[in-house]
């Protein structure tokens, strides 16, 4: 009785979730990590990094009851078949239904997974006793950090979710995208080295994609791109620094 009075009351409370989405992927071996998932992207995000190639999913708006109802009743379809759902953006902590929805989604027997840039480490932390996994983007190294995500103050705010992700045990990855505007190969490799000293286990290095950039300047070559046998020589004397590390490209 107990527990037919709590599924209730996340029914009736989580039926009234408002989130903004933006598209859904249906299945996916990508971006939950050994897990078949689905990812649900989320309108809105506050940073402007110059490669974003969803510049679409960038401003932010409300989200109508119907549109969270469609998500529900296509996972309700999936039980048994897809084992995570994954939170994508945008950035999909700006949105305050979140809560609920991670919420809802964990009642229908599914892992959770998010992916962030952590620019609300007090969101986030409420969160993490209910996610599985998360994907932490690391846009750069402190105050470079902000000149790459286009917004002053958002290091600390990133510093803050990285602690907490650290501090929570939670299975976590954290991810930069590079792209040879923002970044020389020493940046790299120095940023990748502060997050080995911090204690961060998996990391992946993401070369960006050049079309569609927020930024058009960003879809123009860019003269410093090094060779593929020097990135390849950089993820070599990086891995014995991770359990994990990655160069996706
Ligand atoms: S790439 Fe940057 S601007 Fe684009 S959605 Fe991600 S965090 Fe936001």
């Not at 989320?42 to 469609?70: D, F, K, V």
């Not at 997050?195 to 286990?201: M, N, Q």
């Amino acid at each position: 009785m107990a527990m037919q009075t709590t599924l209730d009351d996340i029914t009736t409370k989580l039926s009234s979730v408002r989130l903004p989405t933006a598209g859904l992927v249906p299945m996916t071996t990508l971006d939950y990590p050994d897990h078949l998932a689905c990812v649900v992207f989320l309108q809105g995000c506050p940073l402007r990094c110059g490669y974003c190639h969803n510049p679409n999913m960038i401003p932010s708006r409300r989200g109508e009851p119907q549109e969270w109802q469609a998500i529900r009743e296509f996972l309700s379809t999936r039980q048994g078949l897809l084992e995570a759902v994954v939170f994508s953006g945008g950035e999909p902590t700006l949105n305050a239904g979140l809560s609920d929805a991670v919420k809802e989604v964990k009642a229908l027997g599914f892992k959770v997974g998010l992916h962030t840039a952590g620019p609300y480490p007090d969101r986030l932390t409420q969160l993490l006793p209910h996610l599985d996994w998360v994907g932490l983007d690391v846009k750069g190294r402190g105050k470079e950090f902000d000149r790459i995500c286009g917004r002053p103050g958002i290091w600390q705010l990133h510093a803050r979710s990285l602690e907490a992700l650290l501090d929570s045990g939670l299975n976590f990855e954290c991810r930069t995208t590079i792209h040879w505007k923002d970044f020389q190969l020493t940046d790299v490799e120095r940023l990748a080295l502060s997050l080995a000293d911090c204690g961060v286990r998996h990391y992946a290095l993401q070369v960006a994609r050049s079309e569609q950039c927020f930024d058009p300047t960003y879809s123009q070559p860019v003269a410093n791109t090094p060779s593929t046998a020097q990135m390849n020589a950089l993820v070599s004397r990086l891995k014995p620094y991770f359990d994990q590390l990655e160069l996706r490209q």
